[in-house]
Structures are given as C-alpha cells and as structure tokens.
C-alpha cells in the first residue's frame, strides 16, 4: 500500500538555525497538509496546500514558516529562524482530493524536531 | 471554533476487557468524524470514520457510531489485546468549504495489560 514518507525520522538544530522537513505524499494525492504535535499535546494543523499554493494556515504558521512543493514529488516545511517551543514532531499528510469532506488523510510517520 | 473533546486517559485495561473511549464535538453543520490510532514510534493511521448522522465505523473490530443527537463518536471494542496499546485521537472534518484540515481531540493512551 502506497504511503507517505518523511525524512528525516529525527533533527536535532541549534536555536535560530533554519531547518526544512521533508516528505514524498502518495504520488496521485493533491491535498497537502502540515501538522505538528508538541509532546504530550493534542495534534495542530499548521497548513495545507493545493495546486502550488497554500490554500489555509493556522495562527501557529507565522512568517517564520513556510512550504514548498521544489519538484511535483517532494513536500517540504521550512522553519526560517527555529525557537525553543518549535520543539515537536512534525507530521505530513495527503489526501487524494480534498473536496469531499470525507476523504481521509494518508500520514507519514513524522519527523521529530528537536530545538537545543 | 471546531473542538473535539476526548476522554482523559491514560487507560488501562486487562486482555479482553472492553474499551469505551468517550469523544464528543462542536462544529457547525454536519462533519465527517474519524478515530485515527498512533503505535508507539509510528505515524497516525485512519482507524475508522463515519460520514453521517448515525453511521458506524468499523475495523479491526473496533467501532464507533455517528450521533449528531448527542454530538459524540465513542469508540468502543469488546475485547481488546495486548496489540490494540496506543494513543487513539477522535478528530473532525468540515465539510464544505476550504475547510479540509483535521480537527483533533488530545488523545487517549491506551494500555492494555496481558
């Protein structure tokens, strides 16, 4: 069964360094999401993203994030400048469409960021 | 705002106990609801979901039924095994509109005992 990958499994940064988080949706999704889950707390949406451009954001998705499809395969988050309390896994997810409220979202199996 | 409330855990529960994990909503209109369960070390996996008013989700025997009357979608599994420990998230979906992202509970860790 075809799945969402993201790599990689654990970064470990230096505060105020940039970081990028990658991940390969299902190859004929178009839906693309971004969550993130800081330890012991509930799963937030962060963005999605469809047809080269993002379609919603949370208030978490400040200008010091931003996404990016590079090559028609990847799906990347950019943290510009990386703070203490960016500290959490980090989750990719696709959906085949997203205009049908009932498509479920495919996940990746996260990337864990930690901010030193 | 969309909210989804889940039942506090952690649980505990011995081999073929049963599970009722509480999940109650608020969102406007009718949305789809899901449980999605995360293995320890793994990614979130679409467990179950219903798309309406009472329609029952189910897989790997467990279920949850749709009730709008009392806007909840409990999970529910009569006998649980040593494999069914994780955390399970109940989480919601608009429908309409470009409001397609996942509205999540806190989840719930489950653990259960041989």
């Known amino acids: 069964e075809p799945e969402v990958t993201q790599t990689p499994s654990h970064q470990v940064t230096q505060m105020g360094q940039e970081v990028i988080l990658r991940c390969v949706p299902i190859?004929?999704?178009?839906?693309f999401y971004w969550y993130r889950q800081i330890l012991g707390q509930k799963v937030e949406f962060l963005v999605s993203?469809?047809?080269?451009?993002?379609?919603?954001k949370s208030e978490i998705f400040d200008d010091q994030f931003s996404v990016e499809r590079p090559d028609g395969s990847n799906f990347t988050l950019k943290i510009r400048s990386t703070k203490l309390e960016d500290s959490a896994m980090y989750f990719c997810?696709?959906?085949?469409?997203?205009?049908?409220?009932?498509?479920?979202?495919?996940f990746g199996d996260g990337t864990r960021l930690s901010i030193l | 705002g969309d909210s989804v409330t889940q039942m506090e855990g952690p649980v505990t529960l011995s081999e073929e106990a049963c599970l009722t994990i509480?999940?109650?909503?608020?969102?406007?209109?009718?949305?789809?609801l899901f449980w999605y369960v995360q293995y320890p070390g793994e990614g979130l996996q679409l467990l179950l979901k219903a798309t309406k008013a009472d329609d029952k989700g189910s897989n790997k025997g467990f279920e949850a039924t749709y009730r709008k009357e009392t806007t909840s979608f409990h999970l529910e599994k009569g006998s649980v095994q040593v494999s069914d420990s994780a955390v399970y998230f109940c989480?919601?979906?608009?429908?309409?509109?470009?409001?397609?992202?996942?509205?999540f509970g806190k989840g719930t860790l489950l653990t259960v005992n041989p």
């Open positions: 190859s004929n999704h178009l839906y």
């Open positions: 509480n999940c109650t909503y608020t969102a406007t209109g009718y949305p789809s």
């Open positions: 989480a919601l979906r608009r429908s309409g509109g470009s409001n397609y992202k996942l509205t």
């Open positions: 997810a696709s959906s085949p469409t997203s205009r049908v409220s009932n498509q479920p979202q495919h």
């Open positions: 993203f469809y047809n080269n451009e993002i379609s919603e």
